[in-house]
């Protein structure tokens, strides 16, 4: 690492090229080209250059970037070299599928604790971890040295959960929740809305059939 401060859209852009990364290594690929890094990511070679050239990686001139080392370098900009320990509220369909796909082995984050309201869901088991009861999310929390939370709530009581956690001692939230939700600053907030999403989809879907 350089020191230098990396840019959000360069963030924005590192857990590409991680997964490009370790699908290469899988590959057993020793080097690669920023050509072929780019195409793969989807963005120009200047693009990528300029974005590694953060974490001090410029490659070697005919030989190009290690891919073993540079997947190192990604993974420790990305903060992925301890276990940060993520708690799942809500563990309806949408919960327990993230659930699964975390504790199937998504590097470097594990699964701590499930946490729901439901009498029916509290005591069952997913993704090989028993779902605790909501009214004890706090001892859940500190009890697993919790940082990351995934909500997976009803919207009535997203901020609710999400003031809960933040009390804890949780510092990042992703949120799925069709609702905005505040947090105080230092705590990270990350929102992925489906429907929004799809809306906007529809926006340019409906761009594209209008007469010129």
Known sequence: MTGRAIPPSTVSRLPIYLRILEGLAEQRVATSSSGQLAQLA?????QLRRDLSFL???GVRGVGYGV????SQVAAALGLGVDLAVVIVGIGNL?????NYVAR???GFRVAALVDADPGVVGTRVAGLRVADVVDLERV???ERVTLAVLATPADVAQDVCDRLVAAGVSGI???VPRVLHVPAGVDLRSVDLGTELQI????EQRKSAPP
Do not use: I, K, M, N
């Open 42 to 46: 989807g963005v120009g070679p200047a």
């Open 56 to 58: 001090g990686s410029h």
């Open 68 to 71: 073993e080392h540079l997947r």
């Open 95 to 99: 919960g327990q599928a993230l659930a």
């Open 105 to 107: 082995g998504s590097s």
């Open 141 to 143: 929390v500190r009890t």
């Open 174 to 176: 992703l949120t799925f």
């Open 201 to 204: 989809l529809a926006f340019h």
